[in-house]
């Protein structure tokens, strides 16, 4: 088995060779490429323009007759070879005066005997690296030779070899400091137990979140996965303790207040059959709802990892604010708060769980009650409308608001924030996440001493024809 040291500095040597061999390599061909494409573009830009001039201003006749006007106007100072090829690849005249029967073929030359401006690179018959540019020449339309300008590599080889030189020196520079470093960082944790110690005394501590780092699969890795695997047991233990009592009085506390608060009613208007008609009605679909929160409670830990199971129907969401008006109206009369509901003509079909976009309503508005009762001219509005494809639900109250500071967290599991009202601090979280189940959101704006308004969105049910057959 490998030490941990060995294994750290081979690690920072081999992460330090491949960042070396990578960027020196794309830098080198940079480099390349700009010292040999500047002295292509030099190369283009003076056989173009002598042939342009050539072109222009040489004798009319063929190559031959055009030769000697192209050699006596010729730069002598130029430091290219030029050469004036015929259509058989033959040079006719080089700015030495000289000429060949060699017949040049490459791949410049044939594409100017062509009527196209070409560069290429290889080697002499000396073997010597060269770039080569030829330039077609015309007699008035018709391609009758080429220019050709050849210069030496050999120069620019020189120079880049130099700098490769360079460039393998700061490379090896940088792997010796990775080298150095890396013994450094092995030295500072050839204790890796002390690693160990930290998490222990943090668990004493009540801190059951953290974990210990694990490096490799060694001996010692093996006691950080027995460690971490004990503070995330210990941590599952003890959210469930708190967060069950927490929920399930947060879950069951607002049905329970609806049939209590109908019971009551019923009891002091028991003559008024539509009264308590309309109070049985809720009560019994309060039970039923109470009956499917008690098996979901069953089934907890699925609700802690956000996996509640939604039972799906197609439904008015009018129908829906409705029902939660006439929840509540009792109690706003008891409160001395005016609710009233604004729906517009167009259809606001939803395919959702309606138990679970009730249990956000009944949340938002019952908070809505809480910051809005003792205040003058108390009113809480709520209103429906289908925007594109998305029915929006809008919940407004001018209650006593939400400070900023609270606002940004009004949505965290058990934050309660400055208030003393009563609660788990579960509610809006709940709600926020059934929204996003439901492919919807939940968005919340408030205004300190001027009230409060949640928006829900969700996904406008479009099968309306189906729903009626």
């Not at 990578?22 to 061909?29: D, K, N, P, S």
């Not at 080298?179 to 160990?196: D, K, S």
């Not at 010692?220 to 047991?233: F, P, R, S, W």
């Not at 205040?375 to 029915?391: F, G, T, Y």
Request: hydrophobic content about 45%; some cysteine; charged content about 25%.
């Amino acid at each position: 088995m490998r030490s941990i040291r060995k294994r750290l500095i081979g690690n920072y040597i081999t992460i330090a060779l491949v960042t070396v061999l990578i960027l020196e390599g794309l830098f080198a061909v940079a480099i390349s490429e700009y010292y040999i494409g500047g002295v292509e573009r030099i190369l283009v830009n003076q056989a173009e323009t002598s042939a342009t001039f050539f072109n222009r201003y040489a004798d009319a006749g063929d190559i031959y007759k055009k030769s000697n006007y192209i050699f006596e106007n010729l730069d002598i100072d130029e430091a290219a070879l030029i050469e004036v090829v015929d259509m058989q690849g033959r040079v006719v005249i080089d700015s030495t005066g000289s000429s060949t029967e060699n017949v040049i073929n490459t791949f410049d030359v044939t594409q100017a005997l062509r009527g196209q401006s070409e560069v290429w690179r290889g080697r002499s018959d000396l073997n010597e690296p060269i770039v080569a540019v030829s330039a077609p020449i015309y007699d008035g339309t018709s391609v009758v030779g080429a220019l050709r300008y050849v210069s030496s590599l050999a120069p620019t080889y020189q120079v880049l070899g130099q700098f490769f030189a360079m460039l393998f020196l700061f490379g090896f520079g940088i792997i010796a400091v990775a080298f150095l470093y890396g013994r450094a960082m092995a030295q500072r944790i050839l204790e890796p137990v002390q690693e160990l110690v930290r998490v222990t005394e943090e668990v004493a501590q009540g801190n059951y979140k953290v974990t210990a780092i694990k490096y490799h699969n060694d001996e010692i890795g093996q006691l950080v996965d027995a460690v971490n695997i004990m503070t995330k047991e210990i941590t599952r233990a003890d959210q469930a303790k708190s967060e069950f009592i927490s929920s399930i009085s947060h879950e069951l506390r607002t049905p329970l207040a609806a049939i209590k608060g109908w019971a009551e009613t019923m009891q002091d208007m028991k003559d008024d059959i539509e009264v308590v008609e309309e109070g049985l009605s809720i009560v019994s679909k309060e039970t039923d709802r109470l009956i499917i929160l008690v098996n979901d409670l069953l089934d907890f830990s699925r609700l802690q990892a956000h996996r509640i199971e939604l039972k799906k129907e197609e439904f008015s969401i009018s129908d829906l604010l409705e029902n939660i008006i006439g929840q509540f109206t009792v109690r706003c009369q008891q409160e001395h708060i005016k609710m009233t509901l604004l729906t517009d003509n167009q259809e606001n079909w939803v395919f959702a769980d309606y138990n679970r976009l009730k249990q956000v309503l009944i949340n938002i508005v019952d908070n809505a009650m809480k910051f809005t009762v003792g205040r003058p001219e108390a009113e809480i509005r709520i209103s429906s409308q289908v925007l594109d494809d998305q029915i929006i639900v809008i919940i407004e109250d001018n209650g006593s608001g939400i400070s900023p500071e609270d606002l940004q967290r009004v949505k965290e599991k058990f934050y309660k924030g400055s208030s003393n009202k009563s609660g788990t601090g579960l509610g809006l979280s709940i709600a926020s996440e059934i929204m996003e189940l439901h492919g919807g959101k939940m968005l919340i704006d408030s205004t300190m001493n001027i009230g409060t308004k949640v928006v829900l969105v969700m996904p406008f049910f479009y099968d309306v024809q189906q729903l009626e057959d």
